[in-house]
């Protein structure tokens, strides 16, 4: 199975800092087909994970535009610019190229 | 708008099973696939399996093969998972999901005897 690797497993930031976290795949997430299925998924506290950014960089609806995503191959990066409160929580990569579907360890964002 | 209503919290012996369910709205529900993952607690999250409403067909990960079985009624657009012979690894969160972007509340498996 794919291993995806992100650091750092926790991340302290002030608001309106700028926040950036890796993730690292242990093959390459260009299918075939051309595309990169490497997404980036927000877990709040109490809450399910819900989708920020699919395809490295697609902005999922209704997702502030201070995320954004970048990478290609094995090394993927979600950038957040100007860290608001509602930010805090687990970030997860997952990635869809190859199956099964794998998941990062997650990097918990919390308040400095 | 797109909603994902899990079932409630379990309390199972070991070696037991369990059904969870997933009822979808806000959406035709055969046009996604829906997509089951586990969270063990404080841990990362481990894919389970997908479903494919239209056509029933399944592809799970090899290690819950022999565990989950994913099951659909269209006409209440619901999704199912039953969970077999379950053990204390099988405590965990369980999530069902559309694709990856529009998720369930998740339901809690204690398994404890």
């Known amino acids: 199975d794919v291993v995806l690797t992100q650091t750092p497993p926790t991340l302290s930031a002030t608001i309106g800092q700028s926040v950036s976290i890796s993730c690292r795949s242990s093959q390459s997430l260009l299918h075939s087909n051309g595309n990169t299925y490497l997404h980036w998924l927000l877990q709040r506290p109490g809450q399910s994970p819900q989708l920020l950014i699919y395809s490295v960089s697609r902005l999922e609806s209704g997702v502030p535009n201070r995320f954004s995503g970048s990478g290609s191959g094995t090394d993927f990066t979600l950038k957040i610019s100007g860290v608001e409160a509602e930010d805090l929580g687990v970030y997860y990569c997952?990635?869809?190229?190859?199956?099964?579907?794998?998941f990062g360890g997650g990097t918990k964002l919390e308040l400095k | 708008q797109v909603k994902l209503l899990q079932s409630g919290a379990a309390l199972v012996k070991p070696g037991d099973s369990v059904k969870m369910s997933c009822k979808a709205s806000g959406y035709t529900f055969t046009d996604y696939i829906i997509h089951w993952v586990k969270q063990s607690h404080g841990k990362s999250l481990e894919w389970i399996g997908y479903?494919?409403?239209?056509?029933?067909?399944?592809n799970y990960n090899e290690k819950f093969k022999s565990k989950a079985t994913l099951t659909v009624d269209k006409s209440s657009s619901t999704a199912y998972m039953e969970f077999s012979r379950l053990t204390s690894e099988d405590s965990a969160i369980y999530y069902c999901a559309r694709v990856l972007d529009y998720w369930g509340q998740g339901v809690m498996v204690t398994v404890s005897s």
């Open positions: 479903i494919n409403p239209y056509s029933g067909g399944t």
């Open positions: 997952v990635q869809g190229t190859h199956a099964p579907p794998t």
